[in-house]
């Protein structure tokens, strides 16, 4: 069953439709749903244009302060995140952010993100990617939406894998934690027949 994008707008205050029918919202949540995160000026002011599975929403956030805000949600600061992803992958420089490791919520910066132009990726739905003239790349999410940035391939390729073995080592870490409780479950069990 497909859940419509709304799902992702947990806790959030429905503002109003702008003039192109646009959803706005005062803030959100990342969810499995969400594929990306774009800076997004309105009035001279950083807000975030989400880009969910189903559609678009306008957030009165900028993506920094909703992937801070996410962690949080999810029952960890994005400092604990990012010292995380440094421990684990040895990186600290455009680190990719764990917001939710159990659900798959992995998000990447496509360059610094104390960058006012930095875009933030969910390594789920990226499905497809080349190098552009222009030192561009183009990518294609898991809905068939293609957007076109500002990074080289070479510096995208490279994020795309740091993210690939932050989410590999903890889905490891996960699994063999759920493995040692069945064990352990069995154990008790076999003593208690």
């Known amino acids: ?13 429905c503002v109003y439709k702008g003039g192109s029918g ?6 959100l949540y ?8 774009f800076p997004f000026f309105h009035d001279k002011q950083m807000w975030t244009k989400v880009l969910e599975e189903d559609g678009e929403i306008i957030v009165k956030q900028k993506p920094m302060e909703i992937i801070e805000q996410s962690c949080l949600y999810y029952g960890a600061s994005l400092r604990g995140r990012k010292d ?17 490791p159990t659900n798959e919520i992995f998000f990447f910066p496509t360059i610094s993100p104390m960058n006012p132009q930095c875009v933030w990726l969910s390594h789920l739905h990226i499905r497809h990617h080349e190098h552009v003239q222009g030192g561009k790349t183009r990518i294609t999410f898991s809905n068939g939406t293609i957007v ?5 391939h070479h510096s995208f390729i490279n994020q795309l894998h740091r ?18 409780m069945m064990y352990l479950l069995y154990l008790r069990e076999k003593e208690w027949s």
Do not use: D, F, W
Not at 2 to 9: D, F, L, V
């Open 1 to 13: 069953m497909k859940i419509p994008y709304i799902y992702s707008i947990i806790l959030s205050k």
């Open 84 to 100: 995380g992803a440094r421990h684990i992958i040895g990186t600290s420089h455009k680190a990719p952010i764990a917001v939710e």
């Open 163 to 180: 993210t690939a073995q932050l989410r590999t080592k903890m889905n490891e870490r996960i699994e063999a934690r759920e493995r040692k």
């Open 148 to 152: 076109e940035l500002c990074i080289s």
């Open 30 to 37: 990342l969810t499995r749903y969400t594929m990306g995160l």
């Open 22 to 27: 646009m959803l706005i919202v005062e803030h």
